[in-house]
Every structure is written in C-alpha cells, then in structure tokens.
C-alpha cells in the first residue's frame, strides 16, 4: 500500500511563500506521473502541477510563473514551492502519485492566504 503524507501547510499573508512536501512511501520509479492539487470550500478538486518520471514539468495557467514542483528522489519526498501566494490560492491542497496499477493520494494540507 502506497502512503502518501503531506506538510508545510498554514497561514500566509498575500504575496507570501510557502513549501509543501510530500513524503511519499515507495520509490518513485514505481510512478508514471506525480503532481500536486487543491480543492477550495464548496468546489472541485483542481490539479494545481505534475512532474513525470522523466522530470518534465507542467502547471495550470493560475500558477504558472509563481509555484514550482520539485522531488527529490533519495528522500522520497515531492514538493510544491508556492511564491506570491493569493488568496485565491486558498485550499486544501493534495499530492497524488499514479501507476498502471492505480492512484494514491494524500490526506491534504491547509493553505490559507489572507488579505
């Protein structure tokens, strides 16, 4: 069973930074593709960045510029580097990991941006 768990959430002010990370259990030349999602009070869950096992990169168009998804392979850990956060960027934000036999998610991690 894959176990994922994520950290760094909390409260920032708008135009700050944070950094997720997201432990992961297994190797992750077990996954095809990783990436990071959120989902704000009263809508759907969005994905926010992936990185494939090659290390491409790719991110939604709101983040583009300001969040950047890195892994670090040794430490088993993936992370979501956020800059001039707004508060917009307000969510519970999610790591999922995904291979040909399925997909595994996180618990979450609060994000919350003020004003």
Do not use: H
């Not at 997720?20 to 030349?29: D, E, H, P």
């Not at 809508?43 to 991110?59: D, F, L, M």
């Not at 583009?64 to 969510?91: C, H, Q, V, W």
Request: with cysteine; glycine share 12%.
């Amino acid at each position: 069973q894959v176990q994922l768990v994520e950290s760094g959430g909390g409260l920032v002010q708008s135009g700050g930074s944070l950094r997720l990370s997201c432990a992961v259990s297994t190797f992750f030349y077990f996954f095809d593709d990783m990436g990071w999602y959120r989902q704000a009070p009263e809508k759907q869950r969005e994905w926010v960045a992936g990185i494939t096992r090659g290390g491409a990169t790719t991110y939604a168009d709101p983040v583009k510029g300001r969040f950047t998804i890195s892994r670090d392979n040794f430490k088993k850990t993936m992370y979501l580097e956020m800059n001039i956060l707004k508060p917009e960027d307000t969510a519970a934000y999610y790591c999922k990991v995904s291979s040909r036999s399925g997909s595994w998610w996180g618990q979450g991690t609060q994000v919350t941006v003020s004003s």
